[in-house]
């Protein structure tokens, strides 16, 4: 395909040798730099708006040693599943436990995320990339094939849209896990925030869901109506790495969660096909390497809105789907829509 009006350039070399490619994307009022490396959203910005939207570093040897999903793309299956077991048609399986060697995150330690994407299309407003994940690599069954498309769009949309393709029966769900921050302060906290979601997962000392399924009624987990990110109970900061539950399978693309910085006036409007949003304060953070425009990422400097099934669904019969068929594509898509008030 014609590549008029995109810039295509060298952006760096893994260990192995292998070149990263960072693309340009243009349109709808949206800068975006996505790298081959994770699939990563590298930079995001708005016309008329000097700051970067998501975090970022400005040099990729940055990534491998100290990002945290920094707009990567995890899998084959992202979040959590506890203990990384999981039966599947009869099968026991073991994946890689590659959190505090006891929990399997976000696809493993070498997961699609940490590797090197392909380039299949390429346009001034889209970029489309592939990788195939091998059979047995961190103990999933079956190649499986994910393709990526970024497009931008008219009004401010950044279109994410997976395809996800397996040989064997396998558990399967990728999401787009940038980190927001629409106004550059340090700290993220400030920003107010919408999530159409009437239960939320409370989750054991593993942050992976008990099972129960929990009104947020009454909650510091009531986003039901634009309420901050900062909620403080006793003295102490709400530690939000939560699954919000949205529907119990994916349904058609609707709007599921708005998220605005009254200081910048930028605001984000989440649509997604997805059954679940995992809501993360970025309580976690703190990189001791510059960011993108030399900041400081410390403890919620930014947050992640990450369009996906229900963690540890594989092994939770009460939640969404999680297993993809050989018969099967899974589809998976969001949009992420910018507009400045």
Sequence with gaps: MAVTGSVK????????????????????????RVMTWGAVIQDLRLEGYKSPLVLGFEHFDDYPLYSPYFGATPGR?????????????GTDHQLECNEAGVTHLHGG???????????????????VLQIVDPDGRA????????TATYQLKDDGVLAVSYETTADQPTPANVCQHSYFNLDG???????????????????????IPTGEVRPVAGTG????????????????????DHNFCLSYSRVPKRSVALARSINSGIVMEV?????????????????????LQGRKYGRFAGFCLETQTWPDAINQSQFPNAVLRADEVLRQETDYVFSRS
């Design 9 to 32: 350039e060298d952006f760096g070399r893994m260990a192995g040798g292998d070149t990263v490619t960072r693309v340009l994307l243009q349109g709808g009022g949206l800068t975006a």
């Design 77 to 89: 299956c992202a979040n959590r599943i506890a203990a990384g077991k999981f039966t599947l048609d």
């Design 109 to 127: 330690s070498d997961g699609i995320a940490r590797r090197n994407w392909q380039i299949v299309d390429l346009a001034k407003d889209q970029v």
């Design 139 to 146: 103990g999933y069954p079956g190649n499986c094939t994910v």
């Design 185 to 207: 302060r340090d700290d993220a906290l400030e920003h107010d925030l919408m999530i159409a979601a009437d239960h939320y997962l409370p989750v054991d000392d593993l942050m």
């Design 221 to 240: 987990f009531d986003f039901r109506e634009m309420a901050p990110m900062r909620h403080v109970e006793n003295g102490v900061q709400t530690l939000y």
């Design 271 to 291: 649509r997604t096909t997805e059954p679940g949003v995992q809501f993360y304060a970025g309580t976690k953070l703190d990189v001791p390497v510059p960011g």
